[in-house]
């Protein structure tokens, strides 16, 4: 069930995105002019869709810091600081740490476990969680701990071949989720119905729903028609020098 969306925080990005750490992708050349304009229609597209947006400002010494849904997860009832895989990540936590322990009693995730929470799918009160190369069993464990006394149950799902599990899943509309099964095993959702990205666009995956509206990515056309077609209010969103940096819909923001 993915529920009402009311808030979302967002951070500008910065010069320094030339930097950003890769995992699956050469290094390109990014426009950035493109890339903040992109940006601030991500963040319109946001604010269409009901969602009040908080922007935070850009740090200059921290490339990755624009992809903000990796270092807090928050929950209704909590918000979960998280302990990025990539050491040049780390610095971002206790940088948003200020603005999140006013929203929620919050906790951390510590060493030697890592979580990033592009890694967090969650449906209802299931956290999909994936074990990838920025998040180990450790950081799992500890995510569960923090979260089982709030009902929600985590399900560990391995990562191969993308950086994030959401790189590979997410939820478009309730009971449904849309999957590359080239990099996640579409085994580990037994009962949700699986709809497969075309082949073309392996990147399709990572949608975001908000609202009743789900933002797709303008570079996965066919995907956007597949949602269509299933009667889902899509909204496409060129992300496409953001995504050089091997971001997706969902890293740009945390929504709660
Ligand atoms: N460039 C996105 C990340 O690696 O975290």
Redesign the pocket.
């Known amino acids: 069930m993915n529920l009402s969306t009311t808030h979302a925080l967002v951070r500008l990005p910065s010069r320094s995105l030339a930097a950003?750490?890769?995992?699956h992708l050469p290094r390109q050349e990014i426009d950035f002019a493109r890339a903040t304009s992109q940006h601030r229609s991500y963040v319109a597209a946001l604010a269409s869709a009901g969602v009040t947006v908080t922007t935070l400002p850009k740090i200059p010494n921290l490339p990755?810091a624009v992809?903000l849904e990796?270092v807090v997860l928050i929950l209704d009832e909590v918000a979960i600081l998280c302990r990025?895989g990539?050491a040049s990540?780390l610095a971002e936590v206790e940088l948003i740490k200020p603005k999140i322990i006013g929203l929620r009693p919050t906790l951390e995730i510590r060493a030697p476990g890592t979580l990033?929470g592009g890694d967090v799918l969650r449906v209802g009160h299931t956290l999909f969680v994936g074990r990838s190369t920025?998040t180990n069993r450790e950081g799992i464990q500890q995510l569960r701990q923090c979260v089982a006394p709030f009902g929600y149950a985590v399900k560990e799902v391995p990562v191969t071949g993308c950086?994030h599990l959401k790189t590979g899943v997410t939820s478009p509309t309730e009971g449904v989720l849309l999957a590359n099964p080239g990099w996640i095993d579409v085994t580990d959702f037994g009962r949700y119905e699986i709809l497969r990205v075309p082949a073309a666009e392996p990147w399709g995956a990572n949608t975001l729903p908000l609202n009743g509206r789900v933002l797709v990515a303008a570079s996965a056309p066919r995907t956007a028609d597949l949602l269509t077609a299933r009667s889902l209010d899509v909204h496409r969103v060129d992300i496409s020098e953001l995504q050089k940096?091997?971001?997706g819909l969902t890293?740009l923001s945390v929504i709660y």
């Open positions: 950003c750490e890769l995992v990755d992809f990796d990025p990539a990540r990033e920025r950086l940096a091997e971001a890293c």
